[in-house]
């Protein structure tokens, strides 16, 4: 329950703290007392955390990463279809550094013993007694930035899938931030697989119609086939085995897999998602653009516990 006693953690080590997700569950960590551990491959600065190099593909990196460490957030490595060969030894290695607590970040799209990190997601539970699996739905946040979908806004005003008429939850990475937060910090492990969406289930035309009225520029949904998506992925950039998953969810979404919502959030943190409708006002027409450009280029185109240990941050 929200507002629920929590226990302490003498330190929480995040991977992929500098990610869409960690870099705002570290900051809801170390503003509520936690001691945090910031990992990632050049060990970059955060506020407040402790930065600590950590490369899924390096060994070397990991004792020095799990030393001290009781609760863990785990973001797989992306891009690599079968996480779990080098995930799952490094959960061992965990284990026997003293870690208790392990949140994984998944995929709604991804089911316990599926493809990817759901093999990840089977083992877990048989690895440590104090667990959850968050699976969010697809993120908001895929719509600023760097992301294909962004970058596809900005130079074309359009946004290509091949979902068709599907329906997605989107999630504001915020909201699973904070579901994680409680996840780590909270007396009692969820011991679950938390599926995350945001308070409403929309097609991408209905997101672009969104955008549109939100940054003042026609973006339009431009509907490609399966094969299409793959290879608009590939150009982008995005590895072959890689871009046939994602085109394989974009499939699967057509045909309804992503059709809901689920009132995790609000059940976990105590207040509800926050909209695709005011995440786009918010962090997309402030700044005049979907990528935060000059608004004339456009046309041109927290948790309620603490860990009871002292802040470091």
């Given at each position: 329950m929200p507002g629920s006693v929590t226990r302490s953690h003498a330190s929480v080590?995040?991977?992929?703290?500098?990610?869409?997700?960690?870099?705002r569950l570290v900051a809801r960590l170390t503003a509520l007392g936690c001691e945090v551990r910031a990992a990632s491959r050049r060990a970059t600065p955060m506020d407040g955390a402790r930065p600590v190099r950590f490369d899924w593909y390096d060994p070397a990196t990991h004792?020095?990463?799990l030393r001290g460490a009781d609760g863990l957030h785990l973001v797989p490595p992306v891009g690599d279809r079968d996480p779990a060969a080098v995930v799952l030894p490094f959960l061992d290695r965990a284990r026997a550094a003293g870690v208790r607590r392990v949140v994984?970040?998944?995929s709604s799209a991804i089911d316990r013993g599926g493809p990817a990190v759901g093999r990840v997601h089977d083992a877990l539970p048989g690895l440590f007694d104090e667990w959850a699996?968050?699976?969010?739905?697809?993120?908001m946040q895929n719509f600023g930035g760097d992301h294909v979908h962004a970058r596809s806004i900005r130079e074309d005003g359009v946004i290509a899938t091949a979902t068709g008429d599907g329906r997605v939850g989107f999630v504001d990475a915020a909201d699973i931030a904070a579901v994680a937060a409680h996840a780590l910090t909270d007396r009692s492990a969820p011991c679950t697989d938390l599926v995350i969406t945001g308070p409403e289930a929309l097609s991408y035309d209905?997101?672009?119609?969104?955008?549109?009225?939100?940054?003042?520029?026609?973006?339009?949904?431009?509907?490609l086939g399966h094969e299409q998506f793959h290879d608009r992925l590939t150009a982008a950039g995005v590895p072959g085995e890689f871009a046939t998953l994602l085109a394989d969810l974009d499939r699967s979404v057509a045909e309804g897999s992503e059709d809901r919502t689920?009132?995790?959030v609000e059940r976990v943190t105590g207040r509800p998602p926050?909209?695709?409708l005011t995440y786009a006002q918010e962090e997309l027409a402030q700044a005049g653009a979907v990528d935060g450009a000059p608004a004339r280029a456009r046309h041109h185109g927290p948790g309620t516990g603490t860990c009871g240990t002292p802040r470091r941050r």
């Open positions: 080590l995040v991977t992929g703290a500098t990610g869409t997700t960690g870099s004792a020095e990463a994984l970040l998944s699996v968050l699976r969010p739905s697809w993120f209905t997101v672009a119609a969104v955008l549109t009225r939100v940054t003042g520029r026609t973006v339009i949904h431009r509907r689920t009132d995790t926050r909209s695709f």
